[in-house]
């Protein structure tokens, strides 16, 4: 991480660079994607103020302290920013732990329908439809429908009689024969 140390209306001295690189660097420990800090240091009358703020992927956090020691400003603004990443790194957490909860389910749930699907089982709640097909527009006749039964591959057929124009359905038995449903 790239730390940058400045100082305002107040020379930074070695050992006060070399406590801020020490404490700045134990925040690594939170989050490995921090980029860098940039600390200000600043002096006004008795006031010793530490401004630091870390910049990371998607974060940026800052922490403000003023005591009567710079080392202690040092201190309790490395403190409160370590609190704050804390906080977001227990977020971040979170989300992701209930992301991956989410598609854990999901994955086990797609699993046991395709097994159901493969063992025979069918879900009732979502039939599937596997093909579509309209009735016959022009009405026929029952001869006619028996006709188009035998040269299509289908079942049965639905279609308008054209005798009292409503729909009917014709379809083959299992005994070589063919049943009309009037409707």
């Not at 020691?69 to 403190?79: E, F, G, H, N, W």
């Not at 957490?93 to 797609?110: P, Q, T, V, W």
């Not at 699907?117 to 599937?128: I, M, Q, V």
């Not at 124009?165 to 409707?183: C, E, S």
Request: proline share 2%; no cysteine.
């Amino acid at each position: 991480m790239n730390v940058v140390i400045t100082g305002r209306h107040f020379d930074v001295t070695d050992p006060i660079k070399a406590h801020a690189n020490e404490k700045i660097s134990k925040l690594d420990k939170f989050l490995t994607k921090l980029l860098e800090a940039h600390v200000i240091l600043s002096v006004e009358k008795f006031r010793h103020i530490a401004e630091i703020t870390v910049i990371g992927k998607n974060l940026k956090i800052t922490s403000t302290e003023t005591t009567s020691d710079m080392y202690a400003s040092i201190d309790k603004a490395v403190t409160s920013l370590e609190e704050q990443l804390r906080k977001f790194h227990d977020k971040s957490r979170a989300h992701n732990a209930k992301e991956s909860r989410k598609i854990k389910d999901l994955a086990l749930k797609s699993i046991s329908a395709i097994r159901g699907y493969f063992k025979g089982e069918r879900d009732t709640a979502t039939p599937r439809i596997v093909e579509t097909k309209g009735v016959a527009e022009k009405p026929m006749s029952v001869e006619e429908a028996v006709e188009e039964l035998n040269i299509s591959r289908s079942e049965f057929i639905v279609f308008r009689s054209s005798e009292d124009n409503r729909i009917n359905v014709i379809y083959k038995r299992k005994d070589g024969g063919f049943g009309l449903i009037k409707t």
